[in-house]
């Protein structure tokens, strides 16, 4: 008398349980693309620095207005500015690539 209602149970909680997958993954597929997380240049920095560089160290396109260099360098510099913790050395690379960007370069290069 109890086995049927074993098997009874069990059927139905197996017909639920394939329910509640199949729901699972067409709401999985059926989700937005997640966008690609933007990738850290992977190299180090070069002897002199060239606009490429820079711009990869500031995080912006080679040929852009001065408001956006500017814009880039202040978000740069505030998280990685000596007073709160950060490098000098990286401070005197973001302060570099913002000069090279402006068309104020030396031709000595970094001060480290």
Do not use: C
Not at 62 to 67: G, I, S, T, W, Y
């Amino acid at each position: 008398m109890a086995t049927p209602f074993i098997a009874g149970v069990a059927v139905a909680a197996t017909a639920l349980a394939g329910r509640y997958g199949i729901q699972a993954w067409q709401a999985f597929k059926a989700r937005p693309p997640r966008p690609r997380i933007k990738k850290f240049y992977d190299g180090g920095f070069q002897p002199t620095m060239t606009k490429r560089e820079a711009a990869l160290i500031l995080g912006i396109r080679e040929n852009v207005a001065a408001e956006k260099v500017k814009e880039a360098h202040r978000k740069v510099m505030v998280a990685n500015h000596p007073d709160a913790g950060g490098s000098h050395f990286l401070a005197s690379k973001i302060n570099e690539a913002k000069d090279m960007m402006l068309g104020k370069t030396k031709s000595s290069g970094s001060a480290f």
